[in-house]
């Protein structure tokens, strides 16, 4: 387990630490299933017990982090249910996101995602998990800007941070990823041609397959 606290002179100690665990559980660096040790998280970060302690709290009420009898904190599991309740509120705001980029989208932007839909492309056989889920980010994150809607877009970005756990997932299978790549050059085409109805389609299509990866990966764990 390899955490760097990236420090922040505007947050107090326990918030930094709070942002540090949060970020290492949804990348995957801390597993699911993993004991959080206080002492060895604050030898690890240099810190005192007390902002791990309240970072681990916080952790728990985000429901990254579960406490069990006489054995105390651990990451939480990726439940299927879990997964469905934030798919299912993925993939009606992907579908109006995708539309109003149909609407809205520049030719620089759609530029921008072609090159990126490339590059996803380029890493399908490297097997960098990290990448290629940075990749993916920002094939999403530049049809949501296109929205030209920036509630839109911060609700998105928030969800996006509750997908990463399951993106780690996923993207582990290469017949996932090269259907993935497929999929995305899909939804390119329909931005290019301005077809919403076929746009909303592959979109739609895209997460249900996600979804089913995803559920595939978890049983065989």
Do not use: W
């Not at 559980?25 to 005192?48: C, F, N």
């Not at 996006?160 to 259907?179: C, H, P, S």
């Not at 909303?200 to 764990?221: F, G, M, P």
Request: charged share 35%.
């Amino acid at each position: 387990m390899n955490l760097e606290m990236e420090m922040d002179e505007y947050l107090p100690l326990r918030d930094v630490v709070f942002n540090t665990l949060r970020r290492a559980i949804l990348k995957g660096e801390l597993k699911p299933g993993e004991r959080l040790m206080e002492i060895t998280l604050a030898d690890k970060l240099g810190v005192s017990r007390t902002p791990i302690r309240e970072a681990i709290r916080k952790l728990e009420l985000e429901g990254l982090v579960v406490m069990a009898p006489r054995k105390g904190a651990k990451v939480a599991s990726i439940t299927e249910r879990d997964l469905n309740d934030v798919l299912e509120v993925r993939k009606g705001m992907e579908v109006l996101a995708i539309s109003l980029a149909c609407k809205r989208i520049t030719g620089e932007e759609l530029e921008k995602l072609e090159t990126i839909e490339q590059s996803f492309q380029k890493l399908i056989e490297s097997g960098n998990l990290t990448e290629l889920a940075e990749m993916d980010v920002k094939f999403h994150d530049t049809i949501y800007q296109a929205t030209n809607n920036q509630r839109l877009v911060q609700l998105l970005n928030n969800l996006r941070e509750q997908m990463y756990r399951y993106r780690m997932e996923y993207l582990k299978d290469i017949a996932v990823r090269r259907t993935l790549a497929e999929e995305h050059k899909a939804i390119c085409r329909a931005l290019r041609e301005r077809d919403e109805q076929q746009a909303e389609e592959y979109v739609s299509i895209h997460i249900d397959n996600q979804q089913k990866a995803i559920i595939r990966s978890l049983s065989q764990e």
